[in-house]
């Protein structure tokens, strides 16, 4: 998939969010998406370095301790 088509992915989506609302006020959208984008980012990545956290941080771009938070976050260790 390439960049253009994860953008796509992510304006139809929002798309989608806004026309469902039918006329009622959003309520915190940042925190909804990236919760929703970040749990999965996580688990693949980590399932595409075999488990190795310090390879998944790696191709993250982030900080090992880091990463291990945010999978304490989301209950993935």
């Given at each position: 998939?390439s960049?253009?088509n994860i953008?796509?992915?992510?304006?139809d989506?929002?798309?989608?969010y806004?026309?469902?609302l039918?006329?009622?006020r959003?309520?915190d959208?940042?925190?909804?998406?990236?919760s929703?984008?970040?749990?999965?980012l996580?688990?693949i990545v980590?399932?595409?370095?075999?488990?190795?956290q310090?390879?998944?941080?790696?191709y993250?771009?982030?900080?090992?301790?880091?990463?291990r938070?945010k999978?304490?976050?989301?209950g993935?260790?």
């Open positions: 998939m960049k253009h953008e796509q992915s992510v304006r989506s929002l798309g989608m806004f026309r469902d039918d006329g009622s959003p309520h959208v940042y925190r909804m998406v990236m929703y984008v970040e749990q999965p996580l688990e980590l399932k595409q370095a075999l488990g190795n310090s390879l998944a941080a790696e993250l771009g982030i900080n090992r301790n880091t990463l938070k999978l304490q976050e989301y993935l260790l």
